[in-house]
């Protein structure tokens, strides 16, 4: 029987895990050169020295692929586990000072960061003033992954077009959006009447669509149209109206400067038609995280007039 004997862990050690997870989650040494930016080379000494420490043998790699071993599967989940625990364990510190410190991961949907209504830059300002120390990492990312993440503690918070709700999430509802049916000005809706437009007729275009479950009222909009191609960002669902071949749902605020270049049109505005609210949300949690809750507050600052729950 193999004997596992494993003595303190240093940073070494956890340096090799993190390598490791990357790896996992990238499914393979190639993929994780970019996430990790080191060569493939560096990665396989690292996975291989790890393998030593721990006397296993954590993955194949070959022509037939990267997998884990049994082992391998064991080891990764509880690297995950103590990665977490240690991120945790830093944040934790870092907050227990005077001014909190570390790092705050958030999130938010494509057009936001620039969106005036959003207000991102004044919130930023507000917080930085209010904690200097604390490093931001702001990405965009799709709905689905920010709300994953959250639920995860892989985002302190994200900030969404607002479909669904979750019970393990808090949301504070900022603003909401009205959304209409738009055309390029090479489809066929384009140059038609807006009496001629009829709920069969537009029914029979294809539409791209966010690729979610929505709420109710977006789901009653949705129910009988031609649910051709699932693109979540607002910019690529634009660059496939502008191809005039599609049919789109967008917020009027997303779609009015290329209404005004004249490249889009609203259609059918009376028989298509729901809103969408936008929130920030963060995990029901018990674990305090100063920065966040600092963030929050700087949000509902700039945001003092904002609605408590979304209009749906």
């Not at 009015?256 to 995990?283: E, S």
């Not at 305090?288 to 979304?310: L, P, Q, T």
Request: glycine share 6%; with cysteine.
């Amino acid at each position: 029987m193999t004997k596992y004997a494993l003595g303190q862990l240093g940073d070494i050690e956890i340096k090799q895990l993190k390598i490791f997870k990357s790896v996992v989650e990238c499914g393979g040494f190639s993929a994780a050169e970019a996430e990790l930016n080191i060569s493939r080379p560096t990665i396989s000494n690292h996975i291989a020295a790890l393998e030593k420490r721990l006397n296993i043998i954590l993955c194949k790699r070959g022509r037939a692929g990267f997998s884990l071993t049994l082992e391998g599967k064991v080891v990764f989940d509880q690297t995950a586990n103590l990665l977490h625990d240690l991120e945790q364990f830093r944040s934790t510190i870092n907050n227990l000072g005077e001014h909190p410190a570390g790092k705050l991961r958030i999130a938010l949907s494509d057009t936001f960061s620039t969106d005036p209504r959003f207000k991102l830059p004044e919130i930023i300002r507000h917080f930085y003033h209010q904690a200097p120390d604390v490093e931001l990492q702001i990405e965009v990312e799709h709905m689905k992954a920010m709300e994953k993440m959250v639920l995860n503690n892989q985002l302190d918070i994200a900030m969404i077009p607002y479909h669904r709700k979750f019970e393990g999430l808090n949301y504070i509802h900022l603003f909401t959006d009205e959304n209409y049916v738009y055309c390029g000005k090479e489809h066929p809706l384009f140059n038609l009447p807006e009496a001629d437009i009829t709920e069969a007729l537009i029914n029979r275009y294809k539409l791209v669509h966010a690729g979610l479950k929505p709420h109710e009222e977006i789901y009653h909009q949705l129910s009988q149209m031609n649910l051709a191609v699932a693109s979540y960002h607002y910019e690529s669902r634009i660059a496939m109206l502008l191809s005039g071949c599609y049919i789109s749902f967008l917020p009027q605020q997303i779609a009015q400067p290329y209404v005004d270049q004249g490249q889009l049109k609203p259609v059918a505005q009376k028989i298509k038609h729901f809103r969408l609210g936008v929130a920030v949300i963060t995990k029901k949690s018990s674990h305090s995280n100063r920065a966040r809750d600092m963030f929050i507050n700087s949000i509902k600052s700039i945001h003092a007039g904002a609605e408590k729950v979304a209009p749906y």
